[in-house]
């Protein structure tokens, strides 16, 4: 026989208990959202994984930081900054000088979501490190995974 507490409690108070700790749908599926499955956590890691070696190769290696952040400053030149980097709020004179050329590459966590991403520093103003749009950063990391 049980002797738990929840059997000497009167059954609609009982009822009521069991009704607090269900959840709505909704709320099922938001969490049902956040919960990865291991090919997730595995595309996450390698992701990750790459990341590191990219900003260990580009502080370690002064030509191959120098080589991206050509290719990025021609990127930039031929699609444009918006297209590039994600330039929500930048004033006009650090878009002047991101299209100049004046920045420096870097893998530093985004600040929302705490997710390491490739970003371009402007020279002078460490704390406004720019994005640098997911399609673009892929491709800058598929050349640096065949090269490597």
Do not use: C
Request: glycine share 4%.
């Amino acid at each position: 026989m049980s002797d738990s507490w929840l059997d000497r409690i009167p059954t609609t108070e009982r009822r009521r208990l069991r009704e607090r700790f269900r959840l709505s749908e909704a709320e099922y599926e938001r969490l049902r959202e956040k919960v990865k499955g291991p090919e997730d956590l595995e595309r996450e890691m390698e992701r990750n994984e790459l990341l590191a070696e990219l900003k260990f190769a580009m502080e370690s290696e002064p030509k191959l930081a120098e080589a991206l952040r050509a290719q990025v400053q021609e990127d930039i030149r031929q699609h444009g900054l918006p297209s590039v980097l994600h330039t929500l709020h930048l004033s006009g004179s650090l878009m002047q000088a991101l299209e100049k050329g004046d920045f420096t590459l870097s893998v530093q966590p985004d600040a929302k979501t705490s997710i390491d991403q490739l970003v371009v520093v402007p020279e002078g103003k460490v704390a406004e490190a720019v994005p640098v749009s997911a399609a673009f950063s892929e491709q800058y990391l598929g050349q640096f995974k065949k090269a490597d």
